[in-house]
C-alpha cells in the first residue's frame, strides 16, 4: 500500500486525463457487454415479428449500433492515444523527480553507486513505469467491469451453471496469485541485472582510451560478457515462470469451456436450459474470459513497472545528510577568513581520515597543503564547501559555521579548480559559461583571456564555438585546464581551492597555468594542494599533512631551514632524486 500511495500522486496533475480515460474505458465496456443482449433479445422477439416490420426497424436498428460503435472509437482513440499521452506525462515527471533528486544527493551517494545503473533507472525502469501507469488502471477497469458485468448476466442465465464456472475461477484466481509472488522477486532480479549490463557498457566505454591502450578488449570483453549472461539468466528464470503462469491459466480456461459443454448438456436434457440460451451464454464466456487473459498478459509489465518503481522509490526515499538547516542564512559579502576547528572526519566507523584539524586562514592569503598522498589534503578541502560533513568540529568563513548557512551561497562563495577536470559535450563557449550562467560574451572573452587560453582559441578556425568532443577529447590536458580555470575566473568566487591543478601537466603548461593561478588567486583566500613545491614557493604559509594531521607548518624559508619533512619531500623533488 506504501508503494501504492506513492505512485497514485503522480496521477493528480492530470486527473482530467485519468478520469477521461476511465470513462472511456467504461463505454467501451458497456459496449462489449451490450451486443450479446441486443443479439439475444433480436432473436427472441424482433427477428420474430412479420416482414415489413423486421425490414423498416433493421434501419435504425442498423444505425442505433453504427452510432454505438463509432462511439466506441472515438473512445478507444482516446485510450490509445492519450491515455499513453498520460503515461509519458507521468514517465516525465518521476525522470524530472529522480533526477532532481540525484542532483541533491551527496558524493558519498556516487561513491557507493555506479552511474550505468542510475542511467538503467532514468531510462528502462521508468519506460516500464510509464507502462504501467497507462495500461494498469485501464486494463484493471475494463477487465474488471467486463467479468463482474458478464458474470451478472451469466448468473439471469442459468444460476447453477454459472456458479460451476465461478469455482473454477476462485482455483484459477488461487493459482494467478501464487505465481504472482513468485514472479515479483524475479523480475526485481531483472532490472537489477539489466543495471548491471548497463553499468559494464558504461564503464568500458568511458574508458575506451584506457582500454585500448593495454589492448584489454578481450578482459573488457569477457566482464560484459558475464553480467550479460548474468541478465540471460535471470531473463531466463522470468521467462519460465511467465509460461508457468500463462499455460496454467491457459489450462484453467480450457477448463471453464469443458464446465460449460458438460453442464450445458446436463441442463439441456434436464429441461432447465434452452439451446438458444446456451448459444448467447457461450458468447458471454467469451466475454468473461477475454478480460481475463488481458489481466494474464498484463501481469508481465505489471511485474515490470512494479519492480521499476520500487528501484524509482529506493532512491527517491534516499535522504541527503547534507542539506540547508531551516534556518540557514545567506552567506553574504564573503571577506575570506577561514578556521578548522577541531575538526575530525570519517568516511565510514573505522577510517578516520582527518582527527583534530586546526587552522586559520586570514582573507586574502594563500596557505598550500603538501603531504603524501592518502594524507588528508583533498578531503580538507571537500569539507569546505560541504561536499561532505565534518564528523567532529566545525569549519567557519567569516566566523559563521557553513552549516548555518545556505549551500547554494556557500559554494557561489568557493571556487574550486581540480586536477582532474571535467569538460561537458559541448563548445568551448559553453564550458567557460558553465561557470556563471547567462554570461555575457564579453565576460568570457575576459575570463579566458585571464586564465591564458583565449589567443589559442581564436587560432582555431570555429573559435569560441570549437566543438569539444565527449569529456574534452579534442583538447590537451592543459588546454583543458585552462578552460576550467577561465570558469572561476567567470565565477570569481572570494574563496578559491586549487586542487594539484599542474601535477598532470608538462613544463611548458604549467608555467602558463601558473600564471593563470596566480593571477586568479590575486587578492582572494586561497588553499592549495600540490605536489610540485615549486608551485607553493610563495605561498604565506604551507603545512604539511601527514597520517590524519598537521606535521608541520611555516612559509618556504622556514621550513626548509628546519630540515623536517617538508626538506626532505623538498630535496627528494630538486636535489636528491637521482641519488
Known amino acids: 500500500m506504501k508503494v501504492f500511495k506513492k505512485f497514485i500522486k503522480y496521477y493528480k496533475p492530470y486527473k482530467f486525463l485519468f478520469f477521461t480515460d476511465m470513462f472511456c474505458a467504461l463505454i467501451v465496456s458497456l459496449v462489449d457487454l451490450s451486443f450479446p443482449i441486443i443479439l439475444s433479445y433480436l432473436s427472441k422477439n424482433f427477428f420474430m415479428k412479420n416482414r415489413e416490420v423486421v425490414l423498416r426497424g433493421i434501419i435504425y436498428i442498423g444505425i442505433g449500433l453504427a452510432v454505438m460503435y463509432i462511439v466506441k472509437y472515438f473512445c478507444q482513440y482516446f485510450i490509445a492515444s492519450w491515455g499513453h499521452v498520460m503515461g509519458a506525462k507521468m514517465e516525465t515527471d518521476m525522470r524530472q523527480d529522480l533526477f532532481y533528486h540525484l542532483q541533491m544527493l551527496p558524493f558519498s551517494y556516487y561513491d557507493e553507486n555506479n552511474t550505468g545503473e542510475m542511467m538503467s533507472k532514468l531510462v528502462s525502469d521508468l519506460f516500464d513505469i510509464s507502462e504501467l501507469a497507462h495500461h494498469g488502471p485501464e486494463n484493471i477497469f475494463i477487465s474488471a467491469l467486463k467479468i463482474l458485468g458478464s458474470f451478472v448476466i451469466l448468473l439471469m442465465i442459468n444460476v447453477k451453471m454459472t456458479l460451476i464456472l465461478m469455482l473454477v475461477t476462485v482455483f484459477m484466481v488461487i493459482f494467478s496469485v501464487n505465481k504472482n509472488r513468485k514472479m515479483q522477486k524475479i523480475f526485481f532480479d531483472n532490472r537489477k541485472k539489466i543495471a548491471s549490463v548497463n553499468s559494464s557498457v558504461q564503464d568500458s566505454l568511458e574508458g575506451i582510451r584506457v582500454v585500448k591502450s593495454f589492448a584489454n578488449e578481450a578482459v573488457e570483453q569477457k566482464k560484459f560478457d558475464a553480467s550479460n549472461n548474468n541478465y540471460l539468466k535471470s531473463k531466463v528464470k522470468s521467462y519460465k515462470a511467465m509460461g508457468q503462469f500463462i499455460a496454467g491459466n491457459s489450462l484453467f480456461q480450457g477448463m471453464l469451456y469443458l464446465s460449460i459443454i458438460v453442464s450445458g448438456a446436463v441442463f439441456i436434457k434436464q429441461g432447465t436450459l434452452k439451446i438458444s440460451d446456451l448459444a448467447v451464454y457461450a458468447l458471454y464466456i467469451n466475454i468473461f474470459i477475454n478480460p481475463i487473459d488481458v489481466l494474464i498478459n498484463f501481469m508481465e509489465q505489471f511485474q515490470k513497472g512494479y519492480a521499476g518503481f520500487k528501484r524509482f522509490i529506493e532512491v527517491i526515499e534516499t535522504k541527503p545528510n547534507i542539506i540547508d538547516k531551516p534556518n540557514a542564512e545567506e552567506l553574504k559579502n564573503v571577506k575570506g577568513n577561514i578556521e578548522f576547528k577541531n575538526v575530525c572526519f570519517r568516511y565510514d566507523e573505522t577510517h578516520e581520515v582527518i582527527h583534530n584539524f586546526n587552522i586559520k586562514i586570514e582573507k586574502g592569503k594563500t596557505v598550500a597543503f603538501v603531504g603524501p598522498s592518502g594524507g588528508g589534503k583533498t578531503t ?84 569560441y564555438d570549437t566543438f569539444v568532443g565527449e569529456r574534452g577529447v579534442k583538447l590537451s590536458g592543459g588546454q583543458k585546464q585552462r578552460i576550467s580555470i577561465a570558469r572561476v575566473f567567470l565565477k570569481n568566487p572570494p574563496i578559491l581551492i586549487l586542487d594539484e591543478a599542474t601535477s598532470a601537466l608538462d613544463n611548458e603548461s604549467e608555467r602558463y597555468i601558473q600564471k593563470s593561478l596566480e593571477k586568479l588567486s590575486h587578492g582572494r583566500t586561497s588553499i592549495v594542494i600540490a605536489h610540485r613545491l615549486s608551485t607553493i614557493r610563495n605561498a604565506d604559509e604551507i603545512i604539511v599533512i601527514k597520517d590524519r594531521g598537521i606535521k608541520e607548518k611555516g612559509n618556504h624559508e622556514e621550513l626548509l631551514k628546519r630540515e623536517g619533512v617538508y626538506y626532505y619531500y623538498y630535496n627528494m623533488q630538486f636535489d636528491g632524486l637521482e641519488a
Open 380 to 463: 580538507i578541502c571537500s569539507l569546505l564547501p560541504r561536499f561532505y560533513d565534518v564528523t567532529e568540529g566545525a569549519i567557519t568563513i567569516d566566523g559563521k559555521d557553513i552549516r548555518e548557512v545556505t549551500l547554494n551561497s556557500l559554494r557561489n562563495a568557493i571556487g574550486v579548480v581540480q586536477q582532474d577536470v571535467y569538460i561537458f559535450s559541448g563548445t568551448i563557449r559553453d564550458n567557460i559559461a558553465y561557470g556563471k550562467y547567462g554570461a555575457t560574451e564579453e565576460e568570457i572573452i575576459e575570463a579566458a583571456k585571464g586564465a591564458n587560453i583565449h589567443d589559442y582559441i581564436m587560432s582555431l578556425e570555429d573559435g
